[in-house]
């Protein structure tokens, strides 16, 4: 697994990054994206995204291919 995040914000073009080490993330109550790596030993949170500096998450599939699921999501409004 890995995680896209297309960056960006209305008023502006989106970009997009995938991180290839990781395997889950989380939004908090406050719209703050969580990057982490879970499923191998320790917590590992690999990158933070403020509320305004992401308009879409998504597991996707690791670059190597086995299709798995594909949970999303977009900051609250």
Avoid: C, R
């Avoid at 982490?36 to 990158?47: E, V």
């Amino acid at each position: 697994m890995a995680v896209k995040v297309y960056l960006g914000s209305a008023s502006t073009a989106q970009s997009e990054v995938t991180y290839d080490q990781a395997d889950s993330f989380s939004v908090t109550a406050g719209g703050f994206l969580l990057i982490q790596h879970l499923h191998s030993g320790d917590q590992k949170d690999l990158a933070v995204f403020a509320p305004n500096a992401w308009l879409h998450a998504e597991v996707v599939p690791a670059p190597h291919g086995a299709p798995e699921a594909s949970p999303s999501a977009t900051p609250p409004a």
